[in-house]
């Protein structure tokens, strides 16, 4: 009878692991311009640690599906590259946990400074918070955990060192550098170029994503790289996306 009532709870401790794992297709790891970011008509803000590095900074690790949930079209599942989130979630009526890429999975589940504390100099190198709210990164990094990483199948530490491990492999900025991509206030470089110039850099493609600046010109803003869903190797993306950009986009100084 002990034996009976040990192996029904365990099968049931097992489905209950089963039942509670987030089940979604691959991971975009997001790094940004901070160029792109600053010069729009809305500004940026430093971080308290002091202005980052000319570089390429993480945004977030996002689970994603490759196919929306509820029969909506698979290029809805990134309409929110232009939209934003919020504004995507309350045109096509989704509710909190958007059906084409989960969020929010654990509201309870707060990001805890102890948890990354041997990770902290890093991230606030990679990974710094530019927006006016505050100057805090990490106030930054508990948003990004509490929509994204909760999602992850990841416990804290692992997600945020498994985003700065990926972005540790290829440097964005030298990548672009090298194929005669640089910073600049008056140039304006295809498109494609950049494309080919990541996926020969990195090995596979990504998405782009473009914002306009203060005088209206398209500008490089955003990398999506695609990773596989247990957050370790990049793939080549499953999806395209709408992207705002033009056939030219500017690099612009920061």
């Not at 970011?37 to 994603?64: V, Y």
């Not at 999975?105 to 990974?127: A, H, P, Q």
């Amino acid at each position: 009878m002990a034996k009976l009532v040990f192996s029904l709870a365990l099968l049931l401790s097992l489905l209950a692991v089963s039942s509670t794992a987030e089940k979604f297709d691959f991971f975009y790891l997001v790094q940004q311009w901070p160029g792109s970011f600053c010069d729009t008509q809305k500004g940026c803000c430093f971080p308290d640690t002091g202005k980052p590095a000319a570089e390429f900074g993480i945004h977030g690790l996002w689970p994603n599906y490759a196919k929306c949930k509820g029969g909506r079209g698979g290029g809805v599942g990134v309409a929110r590259a232009v939209l934003g989130d919020d504004a995507f979630l309350a045109a096509v009526g989704l509710g909190r946990r958007g059906k084409c890429w989960p969020e929010y999975c654990d509201d309870g589940n707060g990001l805890k400074l102890w948890e990354i504390r041997d990770l902290v100099t890093s991230l606030e190198k990679t990974w710094p918070t530019l927006s006016c709210k505050s100057g805090r990164s990490f106030e930054f990094w508990s948003y990004e955990w509490k929509k994204h990483g909760t999602c992850s199948n990841m416990d804290q530490h692992e997600y945020f060192a498994a985003a700065l491990a990926l972005k540790a492999r290829h440097n964005l900025t030298a990548i672009l550098a090298g194929a005669g991509i640089v910073p600049s206030d008056t140039a304006t470089y295809p498109l494609g170029r950049i494309r080919d110039a990541i996926a020969e850099g990195t090995g596979f493609t990504a998405n782009l994503e473009c914002n306009r600046g203060a005088g209206g010109e398209a500008q490089l803003y955003q990398v999506y790289q695609c990773v596989d869903k247990e957050g370790k190797e990049l793939i080549d993306c499953p999806l395209s996306m709408p992207s705002k950009c033009n056939g030219r986009v500017q690099l612009p100084v920061f």
